[in-house]
């Protein structure tokens, strides 16, 4: 396998005259909307570069002229990109390459709409380099966006962002956090990263290299050197290349065979997180042969952590392998090298004894709680993301719940969350519906069957009174017995409270 071909940029002089050229060009997510019209600027993200290119083919304004060079990856002649940006500092920092009279683009640069109506820029390797060298940096993709949408963004002390490769997750969290340290094993990407954020207007991260935990050595088991959050889409594939079978890709391929990766990022953060402090990941897992994954995943927690698990999608083996081995074009290539390498994942897993593969999102909070609350779940639904105050709230509420035995939960105040509606299904005419269900609009998106009483407590839990009064007051509008009623009460409760319809007014 190759090297990348251009060395990456550097993060000087030419950065912020590049930034202000690119602004001044309209070269941002709305301005490209408008350039290339809707279903190019879509092909576009889907790394598909032809209908852009006929979209700006007789186009010589600026901001065509930056797509051809930053995103179709096209030579352009030294005079249409003097016109377009600053050309000696562009080419003195190594943003451009001269070749003849024409230069073309080193990297991609890709215009992001950043939070709070901020114009940002990735850099990176671009999509159309995916699988062909080993150090090859990705730009934003799916995951990457899950990941900046699950995390929480209140202002923090410290973050460290495991695995930065373009630098997305840190160009966030330069948002809301006092010092962002950034790793990553494949200096390309610490290059990148540093690109990313300058060409981004943000400020300077700490870039460290090195794999996992190293670069940021002992922080101290939660002292003053720990991180308030730590962020990781981790290189989390599960591939015959870790297990030193073939040739791996560093953006997705860690060195460590099967499910390891992840593990360890989860294990070894606890020791590095402040008291409080959050650790957000996305993991693969492999579920194994006569195991339930959830317990699997579960004793991946470190102590003194609560934890909350979500898995989001399973594919079996074969599932697995095409979308990995597609991913890396080799579906593109020779078809008996394909078949070779389809067969030694599947070999790689029968000796895992690993028949599907887990997606999904851990969330970590360092309590110190002697109990802690490991929540595991399946939700392959829709959520409406961003998501990151939905865990901090669902923490809260585990505090809540640690805190509050049966007796108390009824003592306490509930209102119901925003946006929470009920439906109700039943012939058409009928008095009594078949089924009452309780449905969010927002956040995960839950939805729960209810009986007469859990829904009269929902609907009438307005902060004023106690869940125990008003479910007195149900009884006996149902003529029912009270005591019944309250007894029973908690086993819906709890789970009402857990899962965020029933909010706690403390
Ligand atoms: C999937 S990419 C994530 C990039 C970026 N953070 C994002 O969210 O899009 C994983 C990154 O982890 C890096 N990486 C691979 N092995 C690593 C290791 N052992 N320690 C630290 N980083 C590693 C890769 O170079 C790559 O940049």
């Given at each position: 396998?190759?090297?990348?071909?251009?060395p990456?940029?550097?993060?000087?002089p030419?950065?912020?005259?590049?930034?202000?050229?690119?602004?001044?060009?309209?070269?941002?997510?709305?301005?490209?909307?408008?350039?290339?019209g809707?279903?190019?600027?879509?092909?576009?993200?889907?790394?598909?570069?032809v209908?852009?290119?006929?979209?700006?083919?007789?186009?010589?304004?600026?901001?065509?002229?930056?797509?051809?060079?930053f995103?179709?990856?096209?030579?352009?002649?030294?005079?249409?990109?003097?016109?377009?940006?600053?050309?000696d500092?562009?080419?003195?920092?190594?943003?451009?390459?001269?070749?003849g009279?024409e230069?073309r683009?080193t990297?991609?640069?890709?215009?992001y709409?950043?939070?709070?109506?901020?114009?940002?820029?990735?850099?990176?390797?671009?999509?159309?380099?995916?699988?062909?060298?080993?150090?090859?940096?990705?730009?934003v993709?799916?995951?990457?966006?899950?990941?900046?949408?699950?995390?929480?963004?209140?202002?923090?002390?410290r973050?460290?962002?495991l695995?930065?490769?373009?630098?997305?997750?840190?160009?966030?969290?330069?948002?809301?956090?006092?010092?962002?340290?950034?790793?990553?094993?494949?200096?390309?990407a610490l290059?990148m990263?540093?690109?990313?954020?300058a060409?981004?207007g943000?400020?300077?991260?700490?870039?460290?290299?090195?794999?996992?935990?190293?670069p940021?050595?002992?922080?101290?088991?939660?002292?003053?050197?720990?991180?308030?959050?730590?962020?990781?889409?981790?290189?989390?594939?599960?591939?015959?290349?870790?297990?030193?079978?073939?040739?791996?890709?560093?953006?997705?391929?860690?060195?460590?065979?099967g499910?390891?990766l992840?593990?360890?990022?989860?294990?070894?953060?606890?020791?590095?997180?402040?008291?409080?402090?959050?650790?957000?990941?996305?993991?693969?897992?492999q579920?194994?042969?006569?195991q339930?994954w959830?317990?699997?995943?579960?004793?991946?927690?470190?102590?003194?952590?609560?934890?909350?698990?979500?898995?989001?999608e399973?594919?079996?083996?074969?599932?697995?392998?095409?979308?990995?081995?597609?991913?890396?074009?080799?579906?593109?290539?020779?078809?008996?090298?394909?078949?070779?390498?389809?067969?030694?994942?599947?070999?790689?897993?029968?000796?895992r004894?690993t028949?599907?593969?887990?997606?999904?999102?851990?969330?970590?909070?360092?309590?110190?709680?002697?109990?802690p609350?490991?929540v595991?779940?399946d939700?392959?639904?829709?959520?409406?993301?961003?998501?990151?105050?939905?865990?901090?709230a669902?923490?809260?509420?585990?505090?809540f719940?640690?805190?509050h035995?049966?007796?108390?939960?009824?003592?306490?105040?509930?209102?119901?969350a925003?946006g929470?509606?009920?439906e109700?299904?039943?012939?058409?005419?009928?008095?009594d519906?078949e089924?009452?269900?309780?449905?969010q609009?927002?956040?995960?998106?839950?939805?729960?069957?209810?009986?007469?009483?859990?829904?009269?407590?929902?609907?009438?839990?307005?902060?004023?009174?106690t869940?125990?009064?008003?479910?007195?007051?149900?009884?006996?509008l149902?003529?029912?017995?009270?005591?019944?009623?309250?007894?029973?009460?908690p086993?819906?409760?709890?789970?009402?409270?857990?899962?965020g319809?029933l909010?706690?007014?403390?």
């Amino acid at each position: 396998m190759s090297s990348s071909p251009f060395p990456p940029p550097a993060a000087g002089p030419a950065a912020p005259r590049l930034r202000e050229a690119l602004l001044a060009a309209s070269f941002t997510p709305d301005g490209l909307l408008d350039l290339l019209g809707a279903p190019a600027f879509a092909a576009l993200a889907r790394g598909e570069t032809v209908p852009a290119r006929r979209a700006t083919r007789r186009d010589d304004t600026p901001a065509a002229v930056l797509t051809r060079l930053f995103l179709l990856r096209r030579p352009v002649p030294l005079a249409e990109a003097r016109l377009a940006l600053p050309l000696d500092a562009a080419l003195g920092d190594g943003w451009l390459a001269r070749d003849g009279d024409e230069v073309r683009a080193t990297v991609d640069v890709r215009p992001y709409a950043g939070d709070d109506g901020a114009n940002w820029f990735i850099v990176s390797d671009g999509p159309s380099h995916r699988g062909e060298a080993r150090d090859v940096v990705l730009g934003v993709g799916g995951a990457s966006t899950t990941l900046a949408g699950l995390t929480p963004r209140r202002p923090v002390g410290r973050v460290l962002d495991l695995g930065t490769g373009c630098g997305v997750q840190a160009l966030h969290a330069t948002r809301h956090a006092g010092r962002v340290t950034a790793t990553d094993v494949n200096p390309r990407a610490l290059a990148m990263a540093a690109a990313t954020l300058a060409l981004s207007g943000a400020p300077a991260a700490d870039l460290r290299e090195g794999s996992l935990f190293e670069p940021v050595g002992d922080s101290g088991d939660g002292g003053e050197d720990a991180f308030d959050l730590i962020v990781s889409n981790p290189p989390f594939v599960i591939s015959p290349a870790r297990a030193g079978n073939g040739d791996g890709l560093t953006y997705r391929d860690g060195g460590m065979a099967g499910d390891e990766l992840c593990r360890t990022v989860l294990r070894e953060s606890a020791a590095h997180l402040a008291d409080g402090g959050l650790c957000q990941i996305l993991a693969n897992w492999q579920q194994t042969d006569g195991q339930d994954w959830r317990e699997r995943v579960a004793a991946w927690v470190p102590p003194g952590c609560d934890a909350w698990i979500v898995r989001r999608e399973e594919q079996d083996v074969t599932q697995y392998t095409e979308l990995w081995l597609r991913d890396a074009g080799a579906h593109r290539g020779d078809p008996a090298a394909y078949e070779e390498a389809y067969a030694a994942w599947l070999e790689e897993f029968a000796a895992r004894r690993t028949h599907a593969v887990g997606f999904g999102w851990i969330t970590l909070r360092r309590t110190g709680a002697e109990r802690p609350s490991v929540v595991v779940e399946d939700w392959p639904h829709t959520v409406e993301q961003p998501l990151g105050e939905t865990i901090l709230a669902h923490f809260a509420r585990q505090d809540f719940l640690r805190a509050h035995d049966d007796a108390a939960l009824l003592r306490a105040r509930y209102v119901l969350a925003d946006g929470v509606v009920q439906e109700q299904i039943g012939a058409p005419g009928d008095e009594d519906p078949e089924h009452v269900v309780l449905r969010q609009r927002h956040g995960m998106m839950r939805a729960r069957a209810m009986d007469t009483i859990s829904a009269g407590l929902a609907g009438s839990c307005d902060g004023t009174l106690t869940a125990g009064t008003i479910l007195d007051a149900i009884a006996r509008l149902l003529d029912t017995d009270e005591v019944a009623v309250r007894s029973g009460a908690p086993q819906w409760l709890r789970p009402l409270v857990e899962q965020g319809f029933l909010i706690p007014e403390e």
